[in-house]
């Protein structure tokens, strides 16, 4: 057995958050908010999440899957490999447009932009 501590997949707790399926990773053994972490969001073929706002930035990268990013009532299309900020207070939501893959993203948070364009 390892000593080094790793989440598996099929051993993440799920919640519904903002409209998708959430696991959240860290911190440790969390399952609720806190000031940093990370988590992974899947959003199902042709749903959209909840258009929401928070105090964090959020660092997004998207996994597989493709959409659209609403962000403070702009639009963009996402897919596989891109990644994006969400600043504080900025509302913002996602959309699967496919009919037949989950579009999934890694999300990082945090209380500082670390990692923000300039």
Known sequence: ???????????????QEYGCVFRRILPWGSTGPS???MGVCTVAPRTTTTPHAHTDHEHFYVVRGSG????DGHSTPIGAGDAFVVDSERRHHFENTSADEELEM???WSMGP???AR
């Open 35 to 37: 000031d940093t972490g």
């Open 1 to 15: 057995m390892s000593s080094i501590p790793i989440q598996r997949r099929a051993q993440a707790p799920t919640t």
């Open 68 to 71: 659209l990013l609403h962000l």
């Open 114 to 116: 670390f990692g923000a």
């Open 106 to 108: 890694v999300s990082v």
